[in-house]
């Protein structure tokens, strides 16, 4: 079926560990790259008409596979085209996300600099709002391309329904996001590369890059929809933003250090969970539980993970 649709790279039995930040994950059954938005298009309408299983992903920044892998077929666009014109940017999901971070600042376009250094893909930050230090990606979106299952459409950022990490491609998986375009502001590419630089040193000392982890495991929390008893309970150097990091949950329940095998969460950030290295997902889910029952006892507060699972 699909080794029939020219632009399609297809793979049986392929590593899922290989396209995941956390080096973690089974084999999928198939896998399909492509940069072409029709056969991508055209693969997705066969495997629906088909009702085979499939899904969608991107750099596998925030993605935790199964040791069993999948059984079906996952997709990959890699499209990675960006241009600009005027102050409107438009880039391919498959661009990495700091790429075109980079691209913006060397055009003297602002807006979009205080996520440089976030890992992972385009359609990846656009699909879960990527943010950081205040800002989201949703607030300079004007438009997003994507597949809604079958047709490819363009929707403005109001249908985007973007909100605190979250997005209605999130949460319609049959919505596939094929590229964004974003409205950029004129300003001094050497300030704008010093903002980014600043930002980027102060994440890698968080983040290493060479660390196989997902960034923060857990979404952060608003004050104002915690229990009066909870929020009682948040030192006001903790509140930012009206945002509550879930880190000072996590760390009064005890978080950090604790491990499952080789998954450990650091010494200096109860978020911030890695592989130390041959950790498998199964250790990995079971030290989220862990982490999300101890802050349930402690707080009665349920986290929610900003990660996606497959398989």
Known sequence: MLDEIPGLRVRRFAPLADYTRFGIGGP???LVETGSESAMTEALRALRA????????GGG?????ADAGFRGTVLRYTSEQIAVEGGTLRADAGA???TVVNFAISRGLAGIETLAGIPGSLGGAVHGNAGAYGHAIAERIRTVRFIDGGEVRTIGREGCGFTYRDSVFKRRGEWIVLAAEFDLTPANPDELSRTAADIVETRNRKFPPTMKCAG????NLLLAELAPC????????????GKVAAAFFLEQAGAKGRSRGAIRVTDYHANL??????GTAADLVALIAELKERVRARFGLELEEEVQYLG
Do not use: W
């Not at 909870?230 to 933003?241: D, I, L, T």
């Open 96 to 98: 990495v996300l700091d």
């Open 273 to 278: 969970i890695y592989n130390d290295g041959g």
């Open 28 to 30: 999928a059954d198939v």
């Open 230 to 241: 909870v929020a009682a309970q948040v030192p006001e150097s903790k509140v930012r933003e």
């Open 61 to 65: 920044t925030n993605l935790i596979v």
């Open 50 to 57: 088909a009702g085979a299983p499939y899904a969608v992903i």
């Open 216 to 219: 923060s495991i857990f979404k």
